[in-house]
């Protein structure tokens, strides 16, 4: 059973950073490849990130291209997004998701599980 866990969510300056972690308590998150996703209100959620099981792959959605980085360490189940130089419109609820043997994908259909999400808001 995938059990994902959000943390790092927060309140920061446009230009600022945060740190997301996602941990998994299962036995099996290596396995999973990993999604961060984020929802603002009125607006449709989107995929941010993704990264494949191993590592190996990553994607990322061309608004955050070169200011968020995606990572993972097996070891601690735990999947990471860096988040540098943010901006006002990154302000959204976000959410780790994980998808059973995948690649690194932005189809949301993709992901069997999701976490509750954290809140991440930029101030201008």
């Known amino acids: 059973q995938v059990q994902l866990v959000e943390s790092g969510g927060g309140l920061v300056q446009a230009g600022g950073s945060l740190r997301l972690s996602c941990a998994d308590s299962g036995r099996t998150f290596s396995t999973y490849a990993m999604g961060w996703f984020r929802q603002a209100p009125g607006k449709e959620r989107e995929s941010v990130a993704a990264i494949s099981w191993s590592g190996g792959t990553t994607y990322y959605t061309d608004s955050v291209k070169g200011r968020f980085t995606i990572s993972r360490d097996n070891a601690k189940n735990t999947v990471y997004l860096q988040m540098n130089s943010l901006k006002p419109e990154d302000t959204a609820v976000y959410y780790c998701?994980?998808?059973?043997?995948?690649?690194?994908?932005?189809?949301?259909?993709?992901?069997?599980?999701w976490g509750q999400g954290t809140q991440v808001t930029v101030s201008s």
């Open positions: 998701a994980a998808d059973y043997l995948g690649r690194a994908v932005a189809r949301a259909e993709e992901y069997e599980y």
